[in-house]
């Protein structure tokens, strides 16, 4: 268990510190691709690393899993992490936005901002929840706490590189899902979005499901 908490600790501090107050003094030494090929490498090492802790660990109940909230929440979770991946999303990794341009307000941005780093905070809960072990809680729990930091970081990344343009995206968009369609700064437009996320979300939550046993050596719902 130590082990595994010390891996939580190392992606922590990865995503809250390392991509956030000391990005800029790394990225002034690095440059920019430097310390993206840096930041990926520590990341793929940091999640092999809680993977195999976490495998490694005893299973150590804290409360009853109610596997049912992942039921509700996982589909939400592959619905968003495949409308939030599009090249389109000028928060998503793919995005290609240039400095002085409008940025682009369709579809997932209208809800939120950040809907990948949504479908790991729903990921992480509905997984936090489901178990009900203190490995789960400690795995899950870094997760949903980069997921959640990321939304700043990201943020504070778009705006030293886009300036007025990300501005005028951020003011008209949300970070908490629906929270500019409830303020009236922006409109649910559910054409823009789509049907390839959401038929292709419940298949792939229907396909983690069916393969969670075998890829991660836990049933998604216990007998």
Not at 22 to 51: D, H, K, P, Q, T
Not at 149 to 161: E, L, Q
Not at 169 to 189: E, N
């Amino acid at each position: 268990m130590l082990e595994l908490a010390l891996a939580a600790l190392a992606w922590i501090f990865l995503h809250l510190f390392l991509a956030g107050p000391l990005r800029g003094a790394l990225v002034s030494r690095l440059g920019e691709n430097g310390f993206r090929g840096l930041f990926s490498v520590l990341s793929m090492a940091g999640l092999v690393w809680l993977a195999l802790a976490w495998r490694a660990a005893p299973t150590i109940p804290v409360f009853p899993g109610l596997p049912w909230v992942a039921a509700l929440l996982m589909p939400w979770a592959c619905i968003l992490l495949l409308a939030g991946g599009r090249p389109d999303n000028p928060t998503s990794v793919l995005a290609e936005v240039a400095g002085g341009s409008e940025l682009p307000i369709h579809g997932i941005t209208r809800v939120t901002r950040h809907p990948v780093l949504w479908a790991f905070v729903l990921w992480a809960l509905a997984h936090i929840l489901a178990g009900g072990t203190l490995p789960g809680m400690l795995l899950c729990g870094a997760i949903l706490l980069s997921a959640l930091r990321g939304m700043w970081n990201i943020d504070a990344k778009r705006h030293r590189a886009l300036g007025p343009a990300w501005e005028g995206f951020a003011a008209l968009t949300s970070r908490i899902p629906f929270g500019a369609i409830l303020a009236g700064r922006q409109r649910f437009v559910p054409s823009e979005i789509g049907w390839f996320p959401l038929l292709g979300g419940l298949i792939l939550c229907a396909v983690l499901a069916w393969a969670h046993g075998f890829l991660f050596g836990v049933p998604a719902f216990p007998r």
